[in-house]
Every structure is written in structure tokens, then in C-alpha cells.
């Protein structure tokens, strides 16, 4: 059986959009074994793999590259999703073992030519990226990757995920909190979901302050936090990792975007660009992920009004 490592450590939503690609080789070539070699914590992802799908997790705070390496094993094929010293490190290893290497080109001229305000288009998208990676290697994906998210009947309740890991992807909190108090008025059931100690506590506050609202940040694993997004009519989240999380279960996000743009390739699998919402700037994107400080100092990509966010909300597409 032909055997085949699969490398991305980070971040959350890339790692997210390497689930469906991931699956989607492994359907199609089940006389193949993948293992996926990924940080611990995001086991989870994987968790509703095919057969032939193996989950290496690791602890990249407490194990060597040494380490990892001289516990993988040997592989015919290492597709490389990451491109980074830590999986050049690995694939360069295995190859010396005599295995077949493919790497992921990230496209970092033309994001860069997006961010100069050079070209303004839709580049490829990372999925796209992960299954070139696979071609690379003789084997190619012929399916259809994206798929709509269609509206179930059976889901309900709103969820929200108002935090990102840079400012310039996070809708100011004053305005959001006017988003929860709108749909609580509305009589929808509103699921919060958080990120870290600090954040924790201004959601816990809006739950307390209005009625149908319930904060699950920092109570629920990652698996859990999937089962209830995977009940859920929509999901209000920036262009952060849970906008992917919510995407692998095919619930419908509308998504907030600032100083980041779909166009760079980062749109949440079988998300639609109409459910994306953001403003007509000459200045966006001023960067691909959201952490050079605004050049004008007041973050007018976010000037966008709670009930545009509200408003699109209640739409079914």
C-alpha cells in the first residue's frame, strides 16, 4: 500500500481547510494510506476521517523535529500543506529515506500584488493549493471540492464569533454587542463562542444582559463546539478560524471581513461571497492576515453598520 504524510501545524482555519481535501483524496484513492501529521489539538478535525486516514498529533512545544521524525516511520510520498522550516525540516528527512516530496505554493507574489493594490481579483484558493500538492504527487483529485451550503430546515439559533488573532480582522466589540442585542430582541437564539480569558469575560457580560443568549467560550471542546455549530441556521464570525470551523459542518457563515479580503483565498470552504460582508476601500486589503496596524489609524474597513450584519443575517442568501 502506497503510504503517504500529509504535513500542516498550523494555523486553525488552514489546517481546517485541509480536512475536506484531505477526505476527499482519501475517497478517492482508498488503496492509499494517509497520515496526517498535525499539532495534537487539532485531533478533533479529524476525528470523521475514511479508514485509511491516520492522525499523527504532536506536541511541537515538547518534541524535537529529531523526535518527530524518528517516529513517523518511512513514506513513499510527503505532501507538505505548510511550507515552513518545520516541515522542510520533516520532508527533507523522509526524502533522504527515499520518499517523493511536494510542497504547497502559498502564491506569496500575487498576495502580495493584492495587498499593493496592483491586481484585484480572486486568487487561488488554499483548497485549490492543497489539492495542486496532490497532483504534484500522482494523485490528482478529479471530484468537485467546494459545495454549497444549502439551508437545512432542521438547523436554528445564531452563533457568533466576534474575535480574530489580529485587530484589523475584528468588528469593533461595541458595534457586535448592538448585533446580539438586535437578534436577542428579535427573539433568536444566539450561541456565543470566544477565544481567550479576556474575551471569555465580555461574552459571559452580553449573556448575562440579554435574553436567548448563551456564551459556550472556553466550556466546550473542540469537538463539542463543531456539534453545536453543525446545529446552527448561520454563524456571524471575521475572517478567523472559526468561519472554517463553521464551514466543515455546512453551516452557512456571514462573514466580516477588514483588512483582509476573500480574494487572497481564505474564504471558508463552500462559502458564498454574497454572505461576505465588507466595504469598498481603495486601501483593502492592506494585508493578508490582518496584522499591520491601519495605515489611517481608524479602521474604516469596519465602519460597517450592526444592521447591515443583522439584515443579512435574516436572508437566506
Given at each position: 500500500m502506497k503510504r503517504v504524510l500529509v504535513i500542516r501545524f498550523s494555523a486553525l482555519g488552514d489546517v481546517a481547510m485541509l480536512v475536506p481535501i484531505l477526505r476527499t483524496a482519501a475517497e478517492q484513492y482508498p488503496e492509499v494510506e494517509f497520515t496526517m501529521l498535525s499539532q495534537q489539538r487539532f485531533a478533533d478535525l479529524f476525528s470523521e476521517m475514511p479508514a485509511n486516514v491516520r492522525f499523527h498529533g504532536v506536541d511541537l512545544k515538547k518534541q524535537s523535529l529529531h523526535e518527530i521524525v524518528a517516529r513517523l516511520?518511512?513514506?513513499?510520498?510527503?505532501?507538505?500543506?505548510?511550507?515552513v522550516l518545520r516541515s522542510f525540516y520533516i520532508r527533507m528527512a523522509l526524502r533522504l529515506k527515499g520518499a517523493n516530496i511536494a510542497s504547497i505554493d502559498k502564491g506569496r507574489w500575487d498576495k502580495r500584488r493584492l495587498t499593493q493594490g496592483k491586481v484585484h481579483a480572486p486568487l487561488k484558493h488554499t483548497t485549490e493549493r492543497y489539492a495542486d500538492v496532490f497532483a504534484a504527487l500522482d494523485l490528482p483529485i478529479t471530484d468537485r471540492l467546494l459545495t454549497d451550503n444549502a439551508p437545512d430546515l432542521n438547523r436554528s439559533g445564531v452563533g457568533i464569533a466576534p474575535f480574530a488573532a489580529h485587530q484589523g480582522k475584528i468588528y469593533p466589540i461595541e458595534?457586535?454587542?448592538?448585533?446580539?442585542?438586535?437578534?436577542s430582541e428579535r427573539g433568536e437564539k444566539v450561541i456565543l463562542f470566544g477565544g481567550g480569558k479576556k474575551e471569555q469575560v465580555i461574552l459571559e457580560s452580553w449573556a448575562a444582559k440579554y435574553p436567548e443568549v448563551e456564551s459556550i467560550a472556553g466550556k466546550k471542546t473542540m469537538r463539542e463546539e463543531l456539534e453545536i455549530m453543525r446545529g446552527l441556521r448561520v454563524m456571524v464570525t471575521m475572517d478567523s478560524g472559526n468561519?472554517?470551523?463553521?464551514?466543515?459542518?455546512?453551516?452557512?457563515?456571514?462573514?466580516?471581513?477588514?483588512?483582509?479580503?476573500?480574494?487572497?483565498?481564505?474564504?471558508?470552504?463552500?462559502?458564498?461571497?454574497?454572505?461576505?460582508?465588507?466595504?469598498?476601500?481603495?486601501?483593502?486589503?492592506?494585508?493578508?492576515?490582518?496584522n499591520k496596524p491601519c495605515q489611517f489609524g481608524d479602521y474604516r474597513c469596519m465602519d460597517i453598520a450592526p444592521e447591515e450584519i443583522v439584515e443579512r443575517v435574516k436572508s437566506e442568501k
Open positions: 516511520g518511512l513514506y513513499d510520498c510527503v505532501a507538505d500543506m505548510h511550507s458595534r457586535m454587542e448592538r448585533v446580539v442585542a438586535m437578534l468561519m472554517h470551523l463553521a464551514s466543515l459542518v455546512g453551516t452557512r457563515v456571514v462573514s466580516i471581513w477588514g483588512a483582509t479580503h476573500p480574494y487572497a483565498g481564505f474564504l471558508g470552504y463552500g462559502q458564498q461571497e454574497c454572505d461576505c460582508i465588507q466595504r469598498d476601500l481603495d486601501c483593502r486589503p492592506c494585508s493578508i492576515y490582518g
